[in-house]
């Protein structure tokens, strides 16, 4: 703490509400500009909202501990053995063992089957009347990459949608949101733990993670862990930002041009969509000692709540950051999080999205969108329906 | 200045290499290597500073 250190200015905001959390780009803009830290005392949380200081505080997972990255205390505890959750020592063996399937270098013989799933998905709509691109396209590739890479079918599959979204409904303050998904992330939960070897389609990743339970190599537990991060953590996100760049291409027909006239732009489109639109908008890190950050101190024991969605538009970092604009470099977004905690489902989510994209420049010369009905989720900026107004084949 | 790799830490994300692809490269089993640790000209420093930039992990690093 320095001696010019003050106290956090305040915000009145529940930054939970449906209002906010159904269109809060305004709300943290004038967070953002208020100051680099604001306290909320409608969700006791100190809200850090500018590009920098979200990067650092990333970085220092010593001040700012995982062991809240919840907005309620019995998510926190039910998540305290996760990767996602601890600290160093305890996280790092927890995380090597959730990489083993999700690095890049493990990802690698799957593009092949993702870009073939992505451009036949893709195709099949071309002549389709009445398409929802967030229904057909954003929630169901990334349900059947991941029901395919855990070996499910069935009325499993069909609750992957709201077992996703649950999952990301709970991590919220204790609200109304959070109250009555508790026992739809409880459900996933239970599979989870219930689920074996026999259950799941041979040669999946899935069946291959419970094999080696079944040979004692890793405690069962450990294999249920693996397979509940795949959902819980990979679905609602991915379906998010699939969403979202599906809906910004749709209304920046320039942009869609570029991306046709240069499809080597898709993965820096695609960290552009994540800066532009952050799938996830706020999250959680317990304070553990008094720290200054521009003049202002959040008192140790408190919880901060870093606003991607703010840091991601804060223009002391990128310049005109209202404008989606794909040939910016936007490969320091902050979306997948920075640091021991950083995203650790990236590379998949890059390979979905990157198939999509890829499949949609190659069947689709020009599309519209028409307005998207939002589903306000405590976590996720999730868009719930997307009508295809006009498409124009390659 | 120098370019530093924390191995263990590294989970082969491979954006450093799409920012320095004349620095460091992911072998074909994905391990990174550092081809060129050493950066003197401000051309080599700025490919290594956005190389570190964008580790999504924190990595790596430039020392001296």
Known sequence: MTATSTAAPTSNVDLWSDEILSDPYPTYAALREQASVVYVPANDLYAVTRYEPIREALADWETFSSVKVAFNDDMNAALSHTSLASDPPKHTPMRAALMENLSPRSLRPLKDDIDAKADALVASLLDRPDVDLAKEIAKAFPISIVCDLIGVTGHVKENMLRWGEAAFNVLGPMNQRTIENFPIAGELFGWVMGVKASDLTPGSMGRGVFDAADRGMIPHEAAAGIIHQYIAAGLDTTIAEIGNALHLFGTHPDQYAKLRSNPELIPNAFNEVLRYYSAVHVWGRLVTKDVDIDGVTIPAGSQAGFIFAAGNRDPRHYDNPEAFDITRNASDHLSFGYGVHGCAGQGLARLEAHAVLAALVKHVREYSVGEPVMTPSNTTRSIGSLPLTRLVKA | ?64
Not at chain 2, 27 to 49: F, H, N, W, Y
């Open chain 2, 1 to 64: 200045m120098k370019i530093v790799l924390d191995r263990p830490r590294c989970e082969g994300h491979g954006l450093c290499e799409e920012a320095a692809p004349t620095l460091m490269h992911l072998d074909d089993d994905g391990e990174l290597i550092i081809d060129q640790p050493d950066v003197t000209s401000d051309a080599d420093v700025a490919l290594a500073r956005a190389a570190v930039r964008v580790c999504p992990v924190a990595a790596l690093w430039l020392q001296g």
